[in-house]
C-alpha cells in the first residue's frame, strides 16, 4: 500500500466519523503531513465492504518510552463490532515493539468514546482546562488518559 491511497483509505473513514460540532476531524493536509514525520504512524482497518472499504483507523506518535494516540475512528457502518479495540491492542502490541511501556491520550471530556479506552485499562490522570475550542466558539477540558503496556 502507497501513502497515497492509505490516507484516501483513513479520509474515507474521517468525514464519515467525527461530528462537525467537536471540530476533531483532521483535513488531508494535517494527515499526511503528521504521517511524513518519521515517529508518527498509523493503523488501518480495511475489513469494510465493497462500497466503504476502511472500517477504521488510528493514528499515533512515538516518543521515547510512551506513545501518544491522537485519533481513533471506526465509521458509523461499523461500529460497536470490537474493531477500534482491536486497532488499541495491535498499538499496544506495535508500540512495545518501538520500546513503548505506556500509551497516552487526551480526549474531549464528554466524549462517549471514554467507554472503550476504559475497557482497555486506561485511566484518567489529568485535566486541561478549556483545551478544546470547539467549532460555536466554546472551550471544553480535555482529560488526559494513560495506560501502561
Ligand atoms: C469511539 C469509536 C472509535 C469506537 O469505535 P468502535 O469500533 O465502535 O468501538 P468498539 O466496538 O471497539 O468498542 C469496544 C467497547 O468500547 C465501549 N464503547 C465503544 N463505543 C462506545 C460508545 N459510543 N458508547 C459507550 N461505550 C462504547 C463499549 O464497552 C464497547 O464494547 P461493547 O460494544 O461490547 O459494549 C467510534 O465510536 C468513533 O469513531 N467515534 C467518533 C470518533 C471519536 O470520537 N474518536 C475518539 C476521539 S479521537
Redesign the pocket.
Known amino acids: 500500500m502507497n501513502d497515497t491511497s492509505q490516507i484516501d483509505a483513513i479520509m474515507a473513514v474521517m468525514q464519515a ?3 462537525p460540532q467537536w471540530g ?1 476531524a483532521w483535513n488531508r493536509r494535517q494527515v499526511s503531513d503528521a504521517l511524513a514525520l518519521p515517529n508518527t504512524f498509523a493503523i488501518v482497518n480495511y475489513t469494510g465492504d465493497d462500497e466503504q472499504k476502511t472500517a ?1 483507523f488510528l493514528v499515533t506518535r512515538h516518543a521515547p518510552g510512551e506513545e501518544e494516540l491522537l ?4 465509521h458509523p457502518k ?9 486497532m488499541l491492542v495491535q498499538l499496544a502490541k506495535d508500540a512495545r515493539e518501538r520500546g513503548a511501556s505506556r500509551i497516552f491520550l487526551e ?1 474531549r471530556e464528554n ?3 471514554a ?2 479506552y476504559v ?1 482497555f485499562g486506561f485511566e484518567p490522570i489529568g485535566r486541561r482546562k478549556s483545551y478544546y475550542l470547539l467549532s460555536d466558539g466554546n472551550r471544553m477540558d480535555a482529560i488526559t488518559y494513560g495506560v501502561s503496556i
Not at 461499523?78 to 482491536?86: M, V
Open positions: 466519523a467525527f461530528d476533531e477504521g485519533l481513533i475512528a471506526v461499523y461500529r460497536r463490532q470490537g474493531i477500534a479495540y482491536q480526549m466524549n462517549p468514546a467507554e472503550l475497557k
